[in-house]
């Protein structure tokens, strides 16, 4: 099946490409992004060696599905979707901090609660909490964004000692976080699933904070199934949920975890089936609608077909 490893545009007006571990994000003058989500998988901070057919689609649609959702409460990057695989967004200059919005106490942050810290990223944990439970309240856990190697985790007030950003421009991004994390939540539920945590990128242009890049996608955030949860929790059973963690899982069976000297494993194609599966059922399960995958008989002349009318409309 044609899915999309690389890509190699050369759209009107284009001035550079930068191609990350997703998305490939193609310049369009000083003011557009062509930004197309290819069908990379990555985790541990590695691209995996087999590509995962519609999991682009999936990424652009529910991105696009929130972002519609979302425009009345923070400025988003997003000037038009012309393709399944494509968003075309205002150039921001991103914000090198990742926000993270967790709810309930699972991946990264039961790892490190699990090793007996009791604080994360500045903020406090309080005992007795098991994998899955929920937390008092929302927290917000930063990460420095690299362009090499791992995210690190950061607190607020490392954020705010090293310069990174200002206290009135990390107010605005911390209310915008929470309040974006709090529609999510309610759309999850009413889906019946459960919102656990998520990331959300930011982007500053002519003085104003935008949201960027993804939304509340299988990338970018972890779900649980609502029906069964508490039930799961009180059993002491692992939690059902849609995510990459499975991914990860999967690669932590195999003995690989990212760390040095450590052999990325080869994907079968009935796993690599499985992930398409998995992420079809979040895009149906999270938006409530019926995924339409594209055509992908040539699906470089595809977007080419979709964007560039795009592009000379903005431009026009």
Known sequence: MNAIKDTDFHFPGQTDVYKGKVRDVYSIGDDYLAIVASDRISAFDYILPAPIPFKGQVLNQISAHFFEAV?????THVVSTPDPNVTIGLKCKPVMVEVVVRGYLAGHAWRTYNSGKRELCGVALPDGLKEGDKLPEPIITPATKSTIGHDE???EFEILKSGLLEADEWGQIKHYALSLFDLGTKMAAEQG?????????FGERDGQIYLIDEVHTPDSSRYYYLDGYAERQAAGERQKQ???EFVREWLMENGFQGLDGQVMPEMPEEFVNSVTERYVELYERITGKKFVPA???DIQARIEANVVPALAEINA
């Open 295 to 297: 055509d992908v008989t």
């Open 71 to 75: 425009g009345d409460m923070v400025p």
């Open 193 to 201: 699933l459960i919102l656990v945590d998520t990331k959300y990128e």
């Open 153 to 155: 985790d950061i607190s």
């Open 242 to 244: 849609l995510s990459k």
